[in-house]
């Protein structure tokens, strides 16, 4: 049906609704004020969250500095609950992600992956093992089974692989060179080299990094930030961190929060979070009112989650390659 029979102006339904939408958008855009001035932000008048709460809006730099002496109590709030938010947020996967041959969730467990050097891919044992079988049964060189590049054979090609993902910004590379570093004594290198890594989000170099703060190593001992530290490799999916942070909390007598903790690591399928509830719920450890820490209810979803999330990482190719390691068939080093 046509809206307009007009020949100098015919508009499509698709049209009215476009102009219907900015129109919305724009009346909406006209409702933000600055919280300084009072400006509206409208034609040529860019306003800009504050970046610590995203409550109140601004037009200028000079508006946000003034307004800064009221908003700040409120800000600082805000900027808790946020940060709570994320914190206790149940991340998609852990810190390793999935394998990127099969796509399944990789294993938590360290010996269950590997790591290429030269492209920092974590690859499941599985994988693993069947492109080793692969190559041995068709007498080929031994290659990546990600990226096909040669495997390296000598302490001084695993570290040139190194440095090569290192001058490309890798921060998986970054935090294992800063292991290297660590293994040698020089523990300044080795926190240079995580902190490099953790602002480029990598979760390890953020649990490396809360390591050193707490024995201060190569840098001075600091608890604020070994719990910050801590708190971000959680929140990137690092079970044991997040182990870490609930055992704090308990410690801290601040039982509901620890809870949390160890059930966001069960999730994630790490298994000393899943005793600590256990131990929890088997001793009957209550709050200071009288209720207990761990009910039947959140013990026995428990259990179903982190079976789930164990269940979840297996596959006939990883038990086949489980099978060769305790036959004495162990898979390469890379």
């Known amino acids: 049906r046509q809206l307009c029979s007009s020949?100098?102006?015919?508009?499509?339904?698709?049209?009215?609704?476009?102009?219907?939408?900015?129109?919305?958008?724009?009346?909406?855009?006209?409702d933000i004020c600055c919280a300084s001035c009072g400006i509206a932000g409208v034609d040529d008048v860019k306003l800009k969250k504050c970046d610590a709460c995203d409550l109140v809006h601004y037009c200028s730099d000079i508006c946000q500095q003034d307004h800064s002496p009221k908003h700040e109590?409120?800000?600082?709030?805000?900027?808790?609950?946020?940060?709570?938010?994320?914190?206790?947020?149940?991340?998609?996967?852990?810190?390793?992600?999935d394998c990127p041959i099969c796509c399944l969730p990789l294993s938590i467990n360290g010996k269950r992956v590997a790591l290429m050097s030269c492209c920092s891919k974590w690859i499941c044992d599985g994988c693993d093992h069947a492109n080793g079988v692969r190559q041995r049964r068709e007498n080929l060189q031994a290659t990546c089974p990600f990226c096909r590049h040669r495997v390296p054979t000598t302490h001084k090609e695993l570290e040139a692989n190194a440095m090569k993902r290192i001058a490309a910004n890798d921060p998986v590379a970054m935090t294992q060179l800063g292991f290297t570093r660590e293994n040698e004594g020089?523990?300044?290198?080795?926190?240079?080299?995580?902190?490099?890594?953790?602002?480029?989000?990598?979760?390890?170099?953020?649990?490396?990094?809360?390591?050193?703060?707490?024995?201060?190593?190569?840098?001075?001992a600091d608890q604020t930030?070994?719990?910050?530290?801590?708190?971000?490799?959680?929140?990137?999916?690092?079970?044991?961190?997040?182990?870490?942070?609930?055992?704090?909390?308990?410690?801290?007598?601040?039982?509901d929060r620890g809870v949390k903790h160890w059930i966001i690591a069960v999730n994630l399928g790490y298994d000393e979070a899943m005793q600590m509830l256990k131990e929890c719920y088997?001793?009957?450890?209550?709050?200071?009112?009288?209720?207990?820490v761990v009910s039947k209810e959140e013990f026995a979803a428990a259990l179903r989650a982190h079976q789930a999330a164990v269940d979840a990482t297996k596959s006939p190719q990883r038990e086949a390659a489980a099978k060769a390691v305790a036959t004495g068939c162990r898979r390469r080093i890379y």
């Not at 339904?13 to 476009?18: H, R």
């Not at 109590?73 to 992600?97: I, N």
């Not at 088997?282 to 207990?292: D, N, R, T």
């Open 7 to 30: 020949p100098l102006v015919s508009l499509s339904a698709l049209d009215v609704v476009t102009m219907s939408t900015d129109n919305v958008e724009a009346e909406a855009a006209a």
């Open 73 to 97: 109590q409120l800000c600082k709030e805000r900027a808790a609950e946020l940060r709570e938010e994320l914190l206790f947020r149940q991340p998609e996967s852990s810190h390793v992600g």
């Open 186 to 220: 020089d523990y300044d290198s080795a926190f240079g080299l995580w902190s490099k890594a953790a602002e480029l989000g990598d979760a390890i170099a953020h649990w490396s990094l809360s390591i050193a703060y707490a024995k201060g190593e190569g840098v001075e």
């Open 225 to 255: 930030k070994k719990i910050y530290h801590l708190e971000e490799a959680a929140i990137a999916g690092h079970p044991q961190s997040r182990h870490n942070l609930g055992y704090y909390e308990m410690r801290s007598e601040r039982y």
């Open 282 to 292: 088997k001793a009957g450890v209550v709050h200071g009112h009288g209720q207990e």
